[in-house]
């Protein structure tokens, strides 16, 4: 009776390695094939969709980047631009001490007039900037 079963089970492995080998049918293969596109088609367009999402993402954040260097920038030269200012404004005063009466006034005058337009200039190149 062993050697029945051991040939029953040879003859069906062979069978079944058999059948594998067997191309499809035209209409089977037909189904799987357009079933294989869908399914690529499918996962094209989600990683077109993933692709794009990232994008728009990494494009906000380039955007809000570059503004968040734009205001840098701004303030950078603002500041700049007033610490020179500063500088200008207490070297034209001390020079101003070499005067004496009226001239002395009148020259601290325009020392603090052409400090405050310094000033007036850079706060609005900065607010130009920012906008």
Do not use: F, W
């Not at 009466?101 to 200039?121: F, P």
């Amino acid at each position: 009776m062993r050697p029945s079963i051991l040939s029953v089970i040879a003859l069906t492995t062979l069978a079944l390695a058999a059948g594998c080998d067997r191309a499809k049918s035209p209409q089977a293969a037909a189904n799987d094939i357009a079933e294989a596109r869908q399914s690529a088609a499918q996962e094209v367009n989600e990683a077109n969709r993933d692709a794009a999402k990232d994008i728009n993402n990494a494009s906000k954040d380039l955007q809000d980047k570059a503004g968040e260097l734009a205001d840098a920038n701004a303030k950078a030269a603002y500041d700049l631009t007033l610490a020179r200012a500063d500088g200008d404004h207490k070297v034209a005063l001390q020079k101003c001490m070499t005067q004496e009466g009226d001239a002395q006034k009148l020259c601290k005058d325009r020392a603090d007039a052409e400090y405050d337009a310094v000033k007036a200039n850079a706060k609005a190149t900065r607010v130009a900037q920012q906008q």
